[in-house]
């Protein structure tokens, strides 16, 4: 089956730094995407990571462990306007074109 | 550039009538997919297509379907409505050369 696991919620303080994690259990794997969702708004995407290891963009930075099943959304220096849901979605890559798999996604709760 | 848009934002159907939603990609954009919002399911795939063709489609029953326009612009249709239809709908473009994909801002379907 399909499978993608992250905390329902998360609370983190302004300027600190948190972790978002997330595993997945898929058919395939292509690649893992991180979007963020603001309240009535449209996914943007923040990141795609298909190798193991871990990418910088920014604020935010993407890990992968294919071998695990795992990848943590790492935010820092914590603003107010952080304050979302964040999508971890998979691309299971065993048909031609897209068949994302999300997450049910994890909301962060950004306090002062 | 223009981003992903979709008409109608909202729409008030009820039960047993049927639904058409249109969705125009990026330009440029080949694949759209679509896909379905719910508090309780979170993003949920329905299908791809590229170049008029359906290259994907999800675990959802038949009334759910769609097609693609040799411009790229697509259209979804969910026939004899059912209340658990109610959900925010969503399209999103790739040109497939980044692996992103973005989405339009969504069509909010409420079933009675």
């Known amino acids: 089956g399909q499978n993608i696991d992250q905390p329902t919620e998360m609370t983190a303080t302004e300027g600190a730094i948190v972790q978002i994690n997330c595993t997945y259990q898929t058919s395939g794997f292509n690649g893992l995407f991180w979007y963020q969702q603001h309240a009535g708004e449209a996914p943007t995407f923040l990141s795609y990571?298909?190798?193991?290891g871990l990418e910088e963009k920014g604020r935010f930075s993407s890990f992968l462990s294919r071998s695990k099943g795992y990848s943590y959304l790492l935010l820092k220096e914590l603003q107010m306007k952080d304050s979302a849901s964040y999508l971890c979605?998979?691309?299971?890559?065993?048909?031609?074109?897209?068949?994302?798999?999300f997450g049910a996604g994890t909301r962060l709760f950004v306090k002062a | 550039k223009a981003g992903v848009t979709q008409t109608p934002r909202y729409l008030i159907k009820t039960r047993g009538q049927q639904v058409t939603l249109s969705c125009s990609p990026i330009s440029g954009h080949r694949s759209v997919s679509w896909y379905q919002q719910t508090p309780g399911q979170g993003l949920q795939f329905l299908f791809e297509?590229?170049?008029?063709?359906?290259?994907n489609k999800g675990n959802f029953p038949g009334r759910f379907s769609g097609r693609q326009f040799s411009n790229s612009r697509s259209e979804m249709n969910v026939s004899t409505l059912e209340l658990g239809d109610s959900a925010l709908y969503l399209c999103?473009?790739?040109?497939?050369?980044?692996?992103?994909?973005?989405f339009g801002p969504g069509t909010r379907l409420t079933v009675l």
């Open positions: 990571n298909v190798l193991d």
């Open positions: 999103a473009s790739s040109s497939r050369v980044t692996n992103e994909q973005f």
């Open positions: 297509y590229f170049s008029e063709t359906q290259r």
């Open positions: 979605a998979v691309d299971p890559g065993n048909t031609g074109g897209f068949k994302t798999i």
